[in-house]
């Protein structure tokens, strides 16, 4: 199913995106919510995002993954990947 968008209560900083699977739902930082960060930067943490719902947090005993080299991997297919990535780095 399709996961429920919305953006954050305030806007965080430290956590530009994150997927809540409790609630199938991407939440985004408010801080991207403004004519000032470019469409770029949102659609990346958007696109990292729902790489998150392909691939999964994975445990090995108390170890949690949830960055796993798959979804490195997959997040490799974003265009213009190093340039959105230098777009978030100068608004936080």
Do not use: C
């Not at 953006?7 to 408010?30: E, F, K, Q």
């Amino acid at each position: 199913a399709r996961p429920a968008l919305s953006w954050s209560v305030r806007p965080s900083r430290s956590m530009l995106g994150h997927y809540d699977p409790s609630h199938n739902a991407i939440i985004i930082s408010r801080l991207l919510d403004s004519r000032r960060v470019p469409r770029l930067a949102v659609e990346y943490v958007l696109f990292h995002e729902m790489l998150h719902l392909r691939y999964p947090v994975e445990h090995s005993g108390a170890r949690r993954r949830v960055h796993t080299k798959e979804l490195r991997q997959a997040e490799r297919a974003f265009p213009r990947l190093a340039e959105a990535k230098l777009m978030l780095r100068q608004l936080v």
